[in-house]
């Protein structure tokens, strides 16, 4: 069985805050008995599933906020484009803005992650999203307010939708890259096709979702769909490995 730095920083972890006391009792210890130990303890991990579930539906998770977040971008906009005074060119660019923003920052992300780590790279990927969602909202609330308007509306709905682009599309690609390291040839499709689930279920999901939400405030959707990306940010970070 290879051991990933992911699974190693597990054993580091259970080192630290299971087996180091053993040590201060005088017991004998090296770094032969912790791996020896680790092992052991991910071969558990393994066969329980213990190791890759988890984190896989917690990224699942992220990424079908990340999929709502998108889709009620798509159906807000379009009704709300003439009430703001933009035309079908504008609405165009916004939408162009993002899509383009993300096709060029996402291969860098997977790249990035192999050097500073998962689930650094998906955290900033999710906070990116959630960032994107509320500031695009604020911009929609202070322009049908007629606080924001013309070119300086079309600036900031710009702006929400690149930081989508250039900090959102760091999730997908170091998702995948985090399944890949804890999980085994075997299951690896498996992974990846739940992972990819949660995205797509968020895009259909998403507007079923608004359309409720919508009936209450245009902006809802956009802060409940932040909200559920800030806490599987915060239950990610307190994964271990990554």
Do not use: H
Not at 78 to 99: C, H, K, M, N
Not at 144 to 162: F, H, P
Not at 184 to 207: H, K, T, W
């Amino acid at each position: 069985m290879k051991i990933t730095l992911s699974q190693l920083s597990i054993i580091n972890s259970l080192s630290l805050y299971v087996w180091d006391p053993l040590k201060d009792r005088g017991s004998l210890w090296n770094t032969s008995a912790t791996l020896v130990l680790g092992k052991a303890f991910l071969i558990y991990l393994k066969y329980s599933g213990l190791l890759w579930i988890s984190i896989i539906w917690f990224l699942s998770g992220g990424l079908f906020f990340v999929g709502a977040g998108q889709s009620v971008v798509f159906i807000t906009i379009p009704p709300l484009a003439r009430d703001l005074g933009l035309s079908e060119v504008q609405t165009g660019i916004i939408f162009a803005s993002s899509a383009l923003a993300w096709m060029v920052f996402s291969p860098y992300w997977g790249k990035l992650s192999d050097r500073i780590g998962r689930k650094l790279v998906v955290l900033i990927g999710l906070l990116g999203c959630a960032l994107s969602l509320i500031l695009f909202s604020t911009a929609l609330t202070l322009g049908t307010s007629n606080t924001l308007l013309g070119w300086k509306l079309l600036t900031v709905l710009i702006l929400a939708r690149m930081i989508n682009g250039i900090l959102g599309s760091a999730t997908r690609p170091a998702s995948g890259a985090w399944i890949a390291d804890v999980t085994d040839p075997e299951e690896r499709g498996g992974g990846y096709g739940r992972l990819n689930s949660g995205f797509s279920a968020g895009r259909i999901v998403g507007p079923a979702i608004a359309g409720f939400l919508l009936l209450i405030s245009y902006t809802l959707p956009f802060y409940i769909f932040s909200l559920g990306l800030l806490l599987t940010t915060l239950v990610l970070l307190r994964q271990p490995g990554g």
